[in-house]
């Protein structure tokens, strides 16, 4: 025991908490990090109060993330556009790369053990490879006449994938040991506009921002068109993806949101969830083994946990 004015207290270490108590409805007031003044805080936005990095003057719109074991990279979209390496540990700018005169708008990035690759929403479309250790330019991809605006990356051993915002929509295969174009996937008549990848070990899926959406799913080998999910007359546009062993999941910019669950080995519908009327735009997507993750294009934002396996929301 300790002791305050004289009365016994119990030590911190003695102290136990009720595990059926309702926790995460109480709040912690007297703090100083609060979300708004004179606002109390909720045991989850606590635990996410960790840290944040803020950009200096005119290092605005950060559209791209990824990240490693000790780093986040964001992407920028300014002109130049911006690479800006934030510490983990500290979530401070740890370095940072400047595009060149005439390289702007960073709208997708992706990352290897030794390089960032991004990509640069240009006339022609522009892939950055960016040395880790320096933060300078190692090599540079440039697209042909016309394949214009990188919207989308992803990458395997070998290669780093380029979703281009083509009519129609093209996906170019690029060696990362040249830089240069490998192959390229260009879709049919309607199949426009590539704003999503994601990759397994034999195929590309591409994300189209079409009515009705498309993903296409692209095999490595031959960079043409294996299978094409289709959605709904209603379900258009999209504009992120992931995926997992047997699923790719596709996060629609429809109102209201909606993720669609993708077998791969069919290409068809497994299962919809579909947001509240009120859940405007899937603005944000990732995964793990149990939930799909939906990021929501609200004010103020939202951030929806949906489990694979019952299909419903999680709060």
Same mark, same amino acid.
């Given at each position: ?20 108590k ?20 909720? #045991? ?12 200096? @003057? ?5 559209? @791209? ?6 780093? /986040? ?18 979530? %401070?700018?740890?370095?940072t ?16 053990? +030794? ?9 022609p479309?522009? /892939?950055?490879?960016?040395?880790k250790?320096?933060?300078? *330019?190692?090599? *540079? ?15 395997? @051993? +070998? ?20 830089? %240069?174009?490998?192959? $390229?996937?260009?879709?049919e008549?309607?199949?426009? =506009? ?21 993903? #296409?799913?692209? @095999?490595?080998? *031959?960079?043409?068109?294996?299978? $094409? ?5 209603s ?8 995926e ?6 596709a996060?629609?910019e ?5 993720? #669609? ?6 290409? $068809? ?6 947001g509240?009327a009120? +859940? ?7 995964? +793990? ?13 939202k /951030?929806?946990?949906?489990?694979? =396996? ?6």
């Open positions: 025991m300790i002791y305050i004015n004289g009365v016994a207290k119990p030590k911190l270490s003695d102290l136990q908490i009720d595990a059926d309702d926790w995460q409805n109480h709040t912690l007031t007297n703090i100083k990090k609060a979300v708004a003044a004179g606002q109390p805080l909720t #045991i989850e936005q606590m635990l996410a109060l960790v840290g944040y990095w803020t950009g200096e @003057a005119g290092e605005v719109n950060c559209c @791209a993330l990824t990240q490693d074991a000790d780093y /986040v990279y964001a992407g920028l979209v300014t002109s130049p556009a911006k690479v800006i390496q934030i510490a983990k540990s500290t979530m %401070t700018t740890s370095a790369w400047t595009a060149e005169a005439g390289e702007n708008n960073c709208s997708a990035l992706t990352q290897d053990a +030794d390089y960032v690759y991004a990509g640069l929403s240009t006339s479309a522009k /892939v950055i490879q960016i040395d250790s320096t933060m300078t *330019t190692s090599a *540079t991809w440039t697209g042909e006449a016309g394949e214009n605006n990188c919207f989308a990356l992803t990458q395997d @051993a +070998d290669y780093v994938y380029a979703g281009i915002g083509t009519i129609p929509a093209k996906v170019i295969k690029i060696a990362k040991s040249t830089m %240069t174009t490998s192959a $390229t996937w260009t879709g008549a309607g199949e426009d =506009r590539c704003y999503a990848l994601t990759q397994d070990a034999d195929y590309v899926y591409a994300g189209l921002e079409t009515s009705s959406a498309k993903v #296409i799913k692209i @095999a490595k080998s *031959t960079m043409t068109t294996s299978a $094409t999910w289709t959605g709904e007359a379900e258009v546009n999209c504009r992120l993806l992931t997992d062993a047997d699923y790719v999941y996060g629609l429809t109102i209201p949101a909606k993720v #669609i669950k993708i077998d791969k080995s069919t290409m $068809t519908t497994s299962a919809t969830w579909t509240e009120s +859940d405007e735009y899937c603005s944000g997507l990732t995964q +793990d083994a149990d939930y799909v993750y939906a990021g929501i294009g609200t004010s103020p934002a /951030v929806i946990k949906i489990d694979n =396996r019952l299909r419903v929301p999680q709060f």
